[in-house]
T-cell receptor, first 110, second 113 residues
Framework: DAGVIQSPRHEVTEMGQEVTLRCKPI?????LFWYRQTMMRGLELLIYFNNNVPIDDSGMPEDRFSAKMPNASFSTLKIQPSEPRDSAVYFC????????FGPGTRLTVL | QKEVEQNSGPLSVPEGAIASLNCTYSDRVSQSFFWYRQYSGKSPELIMSIYSNGDKEDGRFTAQLNKASQYVSLLIRDSQPSDSATYLC?????????????FGTGTRLQVFP
């Protein structure tokens, strides 16, 4: 199994630009999670889906952030417009009963 | 009180020693816990889970859960330099639903030869 796949692995963009992060969960997993990790705040859950349906988005910082899961094998996290304080590592994880993390996307907003 | 709290460290131990990592949690966190290991620049990896009071052993790792004291720990016996990483403690917010986890900020462990 390839594990959770995320792309891109690194993203550098300028303030105000739209950023789209992508995730392919492990086949057969029915839950998908988006996390953000920073030195100051640690690992924070942004949103999670169960069977492609958003269950809890209370961790999404503001309206600039949106996430979709159009099917069981793909999810996106979009930031529009991006700001320097969005710079972080964004992890996608999937689970059937145990969460497995993808390699992460390191986002830098200049 | 933070919901899941850990000492950020670093915790430095010599090779071969026992490393003890601790985590406390608030009433809001349900009482089953997970320990994740995160190497620098890598993603978190689950190493232990514990659901009931007491000890659970897996190889060199032992997780201990004390519900009365709201305290969970991870012991690493015969520590190796390859154990040097950040260890994250996590607990679910909702009982019997381990989907939504709250993570501590992690304890950095350094094992020196």
């Amino acid at each position: 199994d390839a594990g959770v796949i995320q792309s891109p692995r690194h993203e550098v963009t300028e303030m105000g630009q739209e950023v789209t992060l992508r995730c392919k969960p492990i086949s057969g997993h029915n839950s998908l999670f988006w996390y953000r990790q920073t030195m100051m705040r640690g690992l924070e859950l942004l949103i999670y889906f169960n069977n492609n349906v958003p269950i809890d988005d209370s961790g999404m910082p503001e309206d600039r952030f949106s996430a979709k899961m159009p099917n069981a094998s793909f999810s996106t996290l979009k930031i529009q417009p991006s700001e320097p304080r969005d710079s972080a590592v964004y992890f996608c994880a999937s689970s059937k009963d145990t969460q497995y993390f993808g390699p992460g996307t390191r986002l830098t907003v200049l | 009180q933070k919901e899941v709290e850990q000492n950020s460290g670093p915790l430095s131990v010599p090779e071969g020693a026992i490393a003890s990592l601790n985590c406390t949690y608030s009433d809001r966190v349900s009482q089953s816990f997970f320990w994740y290991r995160q190497y620098s620049g890598k993603s978190p990896e689950l190493i232990m889970s514990i659901y009931s009071n007491g000890d659970k052993e897996d190889g060199r790792f032992t997780a201990q859960l004390n519900k009365a004291s709201q305290y969970v720990s991870l012991l690493i016996r015969d520590s190796q330099p390859s154990d040097s990483a950040t260890y994250l403690c996590a607990g679910p917010v909702t009982p019997y639903n381990t989907d939504k986890l709250i993570f501590g900020t992690g304890t950095r462990l350094q094992v020196f030869p």
